[in-house]
């Protein structure tokens, strides 16, 4: 399993970003997938879930509304949408095979700030 991370990157509040995670050795369509995030001096927060198959959507509190989750099952590829970007969303953030972000990629870093 490897999974590579990338699309973060300096914003201001209130823009967007997309970001990927390139996965191998496995078929994203077939396992549940999480997004987590760790901001500076901080644990992992897990932030966004899709299941496999049909691929219900969940997220955390702090995100609903304005990241949504997806994948493109022929790029073996997942997806975070992030809009409304705020300061607090300044993170490395980790595409994984769980919520607890015990098997990731080695993380994209997200700032916001103006």
């Known amino acids: 399993v490897q999974l590579v991370e990338s699309g973060g990157g300096l914003v201001q509040p209130g823009a967007s970003l997309r970001l990927s995670c390139e996965a191998s050795?496995?078929?994203?369509?077939?396992?549940?997938m999480s997004w987590v995030r760790q901001a500076p001096g901080k644990g992992l927060e897990w932030v966004s879930e899709i299941s496999s198959g049909d691929g219900p959507t969940s997220y955390s509190d702090s995100v609903k509304g304005r990241f949504a989750i997806s994948r493109d099952n022929v790029k073996n590829t997942l997806f975070l949408h992030m809009n409304s970007l705020r300061p607090e969303d300044t993170a490395v953030y980790y595409c994984a095979m769980n919520r607890f972000g015990s098997v990731r990629g080695q993380g994209t870093q997200v700032v916001v700030s103006s």
């Open positions: 050795g496995f078929s994203v369509d077939t396992a549940t």
